[in-house]
């Protein structure tokens, strides 16, 4: 099992920038998949990033070449960074471990941090 505690939300203006993080109980290096989710109101769970055990990253199209996953695997954590943010960005962002443990997958979820960007 792990736990993830998410943090670094906020409000902030359109174009602005913002940088969540996500803290692991345990090392994250093996962890097949850390994924960042939002949701914003009425709306369901979106995937908006993925990077694996391998260090390949995927994005959501309506976030690519604004917005970076990365990993320290020395610091249990996994980043999102959010540059030129626009206000259908706002929701509450959620990261998440996807695990394999030999016969199936388990999925763990952090608390949320709620993302606000003002137009």
Known sequence: QVQLVESGGGLVQAGGSLRLSCAASRTIFSINAMNWFRQAPGEQRELVATITSRGST???DSVKGRFTISRD???????????????????AYYCNAHIWYGTK???FWGQGTQVT???
């Not at 695997?73 to 929701?91: F, G, H, I, R």
């Open 58 to 60: 995927t994005y959501a």
């Open 73 to 91: 695997n020395a610091k249990n954590t996994v980043y999102l960074q959010m540059n030129s943010l626009k206000p259908e960005d706002t929701a």
């Open 105 to 107: 997958w388990s999925d």
């Open 117 to 119: 960007v003002s137009s």
